[in-house]
């Protein structure tokens, strides 16, 4: 609403005329200005209009990599453009969908499938759910692909966008900015982490999440105890490691977990350098769970191999590390009622 113009009065005029004009016009003036005041509260308001409020902001946010290494618990400006300081958005869980510049086949299968296309049904499903959905992606210095990213997101507004260069060997690094901005944006008692190659419903994780716990900081994930390894070229190794009884720290698959509040507010208080990074990402939060000695919550619902009737996520594990032809997985599965169709059980049966 524009400032109320403010009127400053002369000498007062002798002639009583003068005045008398004078006071006419002023009334005027208020009238005039109470009635488009009146307008711009009913047009907002959406009074005469059948349909809902749409989304009052963008669901697309810039978030800015925190360069300085300071508490961001002070001050969620620090480090962050969130849209001009708007409130922190409350869900039971925000749930970001990691995803890249070459996998806008894989953000349109997940589009055509599970993942809403449209505002109106992220929003029903955030209603339904609790959940809020959002894909996760980092910058690059090719303008063409940025042009396209541009294109999709004003197609689609369902992205949260980190001023940090999109790079697999640097996806420790996004992990970490994808959890800050995520706190600093949805005020949430849970953040997850999936990738965009994974098969999910979005029901059942809510059942999930909802559970009551006796531990506040909780690391929730379909949790595995191999070898690890710093340089990606030694992965190979893993098989060989397990079958000569390696075992090394706990930590969750990567395609997807979650992290209460109380885990996710201690890593936004974090410096940036304080701990240390593996090339491996989910290694490297596995690592800093430990350190942190949070609760292990293993759900094996959340690595399926194929749909079952308490299935949480499906994606082909051991042989990828989500579906190994998502674009086409992904519908296949959606056609099949065991996937989309199957009834959802109460928390307490599955």
């Given at each position: 609403?524009?400032?109320?113009?403010?009127?400053?009065?002369?000498?007062?005029?002798?002639?009583?005329?003068?005045?008398?004009?004078?006071?006419?016009?002023l009334?005027?003036?208020?009238?005039?200005?109470?009635?488009?005041?009146?307008?711009?509260?009913?047009?907002?308001?959406?009074?005469?209009?059948?349909n809902?409020?749409?989304?009052?902001?963008?669901?697309?946010?810039?978030?800015?990599?925190?360069?300085?290494?300071?508490?961001?618990?002070?001050?969620?400006?620090?480090?962050?453009?969130?849209?001009?300081?708007?409130?922190?958005?409350?869900?039971?869980?925000?749930?970001g969908?990691?995803?890249?510049?070459?996998?806008?086949?894989?953000?349109?299968?997940?589009?055509?499938?599970?993942?809403?296309?449209?505002?109106?049904?992220?929003?029903?499903?955030?209603?339904?759910?609790?959940?809020?959905?959002?894909?996760?992606?980092?910058?690059?210095?090719?303008?063409?692909?940025?042009?396209?990213?541009?294109?999709?997101?004003?197609?689609?507004?369902?992205?949260?966008?980190?001023?940090?260069?999109?790079?697999?060997?640097?996806?420790?690094?996004?992990?970490?900015?994808f959890?800050?901005?995520?706190?600093?944006?949805?005020?949430?008692?849970?953040?997850?982490?999936?990738?965009?190659?994974?098969?999910?419903?979005?029901?059942?994780?809510?059942?999930?999440?909802?559970?009551?716990?006796?531990?506040?900081?909780?690391?929730?994930g379909?949790?595995?105890?191999?070898?690890?390894?710093?340089?990606?070229?030694?992965?190979?190794?893993?098989?060989?490691?397990?079958?000569?009884?390696?075992?090394y720290?706990?930590?969750?698959?990567g395609?997807?977990?979650?992290?209460?509040?109380?885990?996710?507010?201690?890593?936004?208080?974090?410096?940036?350098?304080s701990?240390?990074?593996?090339?491996?990402?989910?290694?490297?939060?596995?690592?800093?769970?430990?350190?942190?000695?949070?609760?292990?919550?293993?759900?094996?619902?959340?690595?399926?191999?194929?749909?079952?009737?308490?299935?949480?996520?499906?994606w082909?594990?051991?042989?990828?590390?989500?579906?190994?032809?998502?674009?086409?997985?992904?519908?296949?599965?959606?056609?099949?009622?065991?996937?989309?169709?199957?009834?959802?059980?109460?928390?307490?049966?599955?």
């Amino acid at each position: 609403m524009p400032t109320p113009r403010k009127f400053f009065q002369a000498r007062s005029p002798s002639n009583f005329f003068a005045r008398r004009s004078f006071a006419l016009t002023l009334c005027f003036l208020i009238a005039i200005a109470g009635l488009l005041l009146f307008t711009i509260v009913v047009s907002n308001s959406g009074i005469g209009s059948g349909n809902k409020c749409k989304y009052s902001k963008p669901l697309s946010v810039s978030v800015v990599w925190d360069q300085s290494g300071v508490d961001t618990t002070r001050s969620r400006k620090i480090g962050f453009v969130n849209d001009g300081d708007q409130k922190r958005h409350k869900v039971m869980g925000f749930v970001g969908i990691q995803t890249g510049f070459g996998s806008a086949g894989r953000r349109q299968a997940l589009r055509k499938t599970w993942f809403p296309s449209d505002h109106q049904g992220l929003q029903r499903l955030e209603e339904a759910t609790g959940l809020a959905f959002r894909f996760i992606i980092g910058k690059t210095s090719d303008a063409s692909k940025m042009t396209a990213l541009k294109k999709e997101v004003e197609e689609y507004d369902d992205f949260l966008m980190l001023d940090i260069v999109e790079e697999y060997s640097k996806l420790p690094y996004k992990t970490l900015a994808f959890f800050k901005a995520a706190y600093a944006l949805y005020d949430s008692e849970f953040y997850v982490k999936a990738d965009d190659d994974i098969y999910l419903r979005p029901d059942r994780l809510s059942l999930l999440l909802a559970k009551e716990r006796s531990h506040s900081q909780t690391y929730l994930g379909c949790m595995k105890k191999g070898p690890v390894f710093t340089d990606p070229k030694l992965k190979w190794y893993e098989p060989l490691g397990y079958m000569l009884g390696q075992e090394y720290f706990l930590h969750a698959y990567g395609p997807l977990y979650a992290l209460s509040a109380d885990v996710v507010a201690s890593l936004v208080a974090l410096r940036n350098d304080s701990f240390r990074m593996f090339s491996n990402e989910d290694v490297t939060i596995g690592a800093w769970m430990l350190a942190m000695n949070v609760n292990h919550e293993d759900n094996r619902q959340l690595c399926q191999p194929e749909c079952t009737a308490t299935f949480i996520s499906v994606w082909d594990i051991p042989k990828c590390s989500g579906l190994c032809n998502p674009e086409k997985k992904m519908l296949e599965l959606h056609q099949m009622d065991s996937c989309a169709s199957s009834p959802t059980l109460p928390a307490d049966e599955d």
